[in-house]
């Protein structure tokens, strides 16, 4: 079955330094994308950065990076220069492959960050 | 600006009086879906819809129902409501089944 697991619940890191939130999959479908998402206190879910299964470079949108290892499963987010905004709780998700046609995100237990002025 | 819109954000209700959360994008997407989130739980999906006049079960649809008549709007109808449906409920949409999500801001039902 497919699963994401982010293993962090919480996570501490001071302002300016970066900070890397962990996330590891389990599919066998060769076709799967890779989202990271923040939802802040306010609730709603902000898309942060997308790695498709057969990208050859690991995804970047502005601070935002994901270190892409397909062979250890891995999808973690980095956030540099961390900023105070960037409190909020992370969610990895996988989007299952193009054969099951649902569009379907699988979503991990989320990683809470807190930024430290 | 592209959005997805939810109505109402917050909501309480009480056991079996029928409602409507209208969920609306101005992205001319064709794929729309139905998420809820609890704690412990995780968001897991409720219903989606791949194009206009075609919706699917997602993991949890018992207790719900959906209608996709036109493209732009996905209404998610509780016709009994009860209060293992209390939970935060997102609307999401993407230009088409494989591509990136976007999320509406969510609707917070508490059903007593």
């Known amino acids: 079955a497919q699963k994401i697991t982010q293993t962090q619940p919480g996570m501490f890191v001071q302002e300016k330094e970066a900070v890397t939130l962990d996330c590891t999959y389990d599919t066998s479908d060769p076709s799967y994308g890779l989202f990271w998402y923040k939802q802040p206190s306010s609730g709603e879910m902000i898309f942060l950065i997308y790695?498709?299964?057969?990208?050859?470079q690991n995804a970047t949108e502005g601070r935002y990076s994901l270190n892409f290892q397909k062979a250890r499963k891995s999808a973690n987010l980095v956030i540099s220069a961390s900023q105070l905004g960037d409190s909020a709780m992370y969610f990895c998700?996988?989007?299952?492959?193009?054969?099951?046609?649902?569009?379907?995100?699988?979503f991990g237990q989320g990683t809470t960050l807190q930024v430290k002025p | 600006e592209a959005q997805v819109t939810q109505n109402p954000r917050y909501l309480i209700t009480v056991t079996g009086k029928k409602l409507t959360v209208t969920c609306s994008q101005n992205m001319n997407h064709e794929y729309m879906s139905w998420y809820r989130q609890d704690p412990g739980l995780g968001l897991r999906q409720i219903y989606y819809s791949m194009n206009v006049e075609v919706t699917d079960k997602g993991d949890v649809p018992e207790g719900y129902k959906v209608s996709r008549k036109e493209k732009r709007n996905f209404p998610l109808i509780l016709e009994s409501p009860s209060p293992n449906q209390t939970s935060l409920y997102f609307c999401?949409?993407?230009?088409?089944?494989?591509?990136?999500?976007?999320f509406g801001p969510g609707t917070r039902l508490t059903v007593l």
């Open positions: 999401a949409s993407s230009l088409w089944g494989g591509d990136t999500q976007y």
């Open positions: 998700a996988m989007r299952e492959g193009l054969r099951s046609n649902t569009g379907k995100l699988i």
């Open positions: 790695q498709g299964s057969y990208d050859q």
